[in-house]
């Protein structure tokens, strides 16, 4: 069924957004194609992968949409769908040794099982060395969990590549939305190496960029969004509300709730400090907290009170903030922040339309 259903959608992906725009499904190609960078090896091919994302999710093939693509490819791999990472193989034995002493895993036991011989001859720690990209170092990984005994209690979901492909998209995400959206694909091996595919990455990177409904008016939310997870700007806003309103102090982050825990986080602290005003017990401040991965959240008792009672009248408060977070990876060799992702990829945004020999939009840029 799956296959049918890639079969169709890639038919589909001929005409569909065209048919919305008032373009051919050529002449989308090729306009997508005016927008990729002019040194980029096979702009025709990218073209086409962006234009079958953009047809089988049902999203508008428009410049702003396109240069959104652009702008966030080019940040993450100028256009490379498995870009190599300096320093690949130190980093992943730095990965490693952390989760081994997490796990409490005798040295000795874990150096065994990499000395082990893989399918391709090399043994793992002869491949693990020699990675230069993240698709080499996963299906390390991946031979590795399939294989070996301690592979599997040591790896198993646990692999320490998490993102990946042209866009750096997280498999995670990929699986989510495979599971509500059906990948439009024939899936080859697994979906984690479809994210290191070309097609694969654009597709859950445009997904995760754009196929989700948000309150914004400008994309630096929407790229803030792409790097700290959906609707963080949104939320970030709502913290800033509630910070004011319950006069405490809060990272506006974006998140609402500390996951998979019983114990009230720092937001819901501030929530609960406040609840007479509010007008809620703690269940139901907890309950709305938990729709703030969703758009829903918007609708909420907690949320238009928040903003009730922090907004003076005649003043109305932003929805939405660019988080305050410093990112963490062993890839980054400076400090950098969610602040500076999203601006970065604004000015590949500006470059991109202009790129495009069309005026850049001004600020508020349009929504979508």
């Keep these: 069924m799956k296959r049918i259903f890639a079969c ?4 589909l992906a001929g005409c569909g957004t065209a048919e919305r725009t008032g373009m051919t499904a050529a ?3 090729a306009m997508i194609a005016g927008y990729i960078p002019a040194g980029v090896q096979d702009r025709d091919g990218w073209a086409t992968d962006i234009h079958t994302a953009l047809a089988v999710l049902k999203i508008p093939v428009t410049p702003d949409n396109v240069c959104a693509i652009v702008a966030v490819t080019e940040q993450e791999s100028s256009f490379r769908a498995d ?5 690949l193989a130190a980093i992943a034995w730095g990965e490693i040794e952390r989760q081994r002493e997490k796990m409490g895993i005798p040295k000795i036991a874990l150096d065994a099982a990499l000395s082990i011989k893989s399918t391709d001859g090399r043994t793992y720690r002869e491949r693990i060395d020699a990675a230069k990209t993240e698709r080499e170092l996963s299906d390390t990984f991946e031979d590795l969990i399939g294989r070996v005994p301690l592979g599997r209690t040591f790896f198993e979901d646990r ?3 998490r993102t990946g492909g042209p866009m750096q998209v997280s498999v995670v995400y990929a699986r989510a939305h495979a599971q509500a959206k059906p990948y439009p694909y024939p899936v080859l091996e697994t979906l984690r190496d479809e994210v290191f595919t070309r097609r694969g990455g654009m597709y859950f990177g445009i997904a995760h960029l754009l196929d ?3 309150p914004y008016d400008r994309y630096i939310y929407r790229y803030a969004d792409y790097n700290a997870g959906h609707y963080a700007s949104r939320n970030a806003a709502f913290q800033s509300a509630l910070a004011s309103v319950s006069d405490s102090k809060l990272a506006l982050d974006g998140d609402l709730v500390v996951p998979r825990s019983a114990t009230p986080g ?3 602290s501030a929530a609960r400090a406040i609840a007479a005003k509010l007008g809620m017990g703690n269940a139901d401040i907890r309950r709305d907290l938990e729709t703030g991965t969703r758009r829903e959240f918007e609708t909420t008792t907690l949320y238009r009170r928040v903003f009730e009672l922090a907004e003076a009248p005649g003043k109305a408060l932003p929805r939405a903030v660019v988080p305050s977070i410093e990112l963490q990876s062993p890839k980054f060799t400076r400090r950098l922040t969610t602040r500076w992702f999203a601006e970065r990829v604004v000015q590949r945004h500006r470059q991109c339309l202009s790129r495009g020999k069309l005026a850049m939009a001004p600020e508020p840029w349009p929504a979508f």
Excluded: H, K
């Design 159 to 161: 692999n320490p590549v």
């Design 266 to 268: 720092a937001t819901e």
């Design 83 to 87: 870009p190599a990472v300096p320093n």
């Design 212 to 214: 989700y409904s948000a």
């Design 8 to 11: 169709v959608a890639l038919v």
């Design 27 to 29: 002449e989308a190609r």
